[in-house]
């Protein structure tokens, strides 16, 4: 595993002295960037790693239009600002907390590949933020599942909204007995796979909504207040 030190110049993923193994990270790494020395992680190269840990309100940047991160296995991403693109492999399982705030930067996406999971994991006083036009794709076989109270907010900045499109599954589950909520804040639902609301579950669009086909399911409620 590789750790973030911040030993070296303080903000360059390609310096090793930054490492917690001398050198910068390289595929199929366990990646951790959590202590909070530099604000900035930059010039991050996309490649395959095994896990990518992201916390202490750190910022992890490349270049807009760079190659994406594949993680393989997890990704945990508590706090901080992701300028960087992710590709969830199939397999992996990528859970975002709700420890402080985190922002995907703008011109950025998340792909979760057929087999793969993202969990938002009642994350309610620390929504997630997403800049336009930057999308969260859940491909067919995908799933996204949305545990407790979480929502999704869009920072606007020029003209299309940031897009949730789901191909896959959006799934809702309860917290701790609670009836779960996913409130998706002036995004964009493209919507051609399955949302399954649970047990009463409330799955609330505040955004344009796209219908391409796809299935409503559970006992819960889909609200659309665009």
Not at 176 to 205: C, E, F, K, P
Request: hydrophobic letters at 35%; aromatic letters at 4%; proline letters at 4%.
């Amino acid at each position: 595993s590789d750790e973030w030190t911040g030993n070296g110049d303080g903000h360059s993923w390609g310096d090793g002295l930054n490492w917690s193994t001398q050198h910068a990270p390289q595929p199929g790494d366990d990646v951790t960037v959590s202590l909070p020395r530099g604000a900035r992680v930059s010039g991050a190269a996309g490649m395959k790693l095994d896990s990518l840990t992201l916390g202490a309100k750190k910022s992890l940047s490349s270049a807009t239009g760079a190659t994406p991160f594949t993680i393989t296995n997890t990704l945990t991403w508590n706090s901080g600002e992701m300028d960087v693109s992710l590709d969830l492999a199939p397999g992996a399982v990528g859970t975002i907390g709700d420890q402080d705030k985190k922002t995907l930067g703008q011109n950025f996406k998340i792909e979760v590949h057929s087999g793969a999971t993202l969990r938002l994991a009642n994350v309610v006083n620390h929504p997630l933020v997403i800049w336009d036009p930057d999308t969260i794709t859940i491909d067919k076989g995908a799933t996204l599942d949305a545990i407790g109270t979480d929502e999704l907010s869009f920072i606007a900045c020029c003209v299309n909204p940031a897009t949730i499109v789901n191909k896959g599954k959006i799934v809702l589950s309860k917290y701790m007995g609670a009836t779960a909520r996913l409130d998706l804040n002036a995004i964009a639902l493209n919507q051609s796979g399955t949302v399954d609301t649970g047990h009463a579950g409330v799955a609330d669009m505040r955004g344009p909504v796209s219908v391409n086909g796809g299935t409503v399911k559970g006992s819960g409620r889909l609200i659309i207040d665009t």
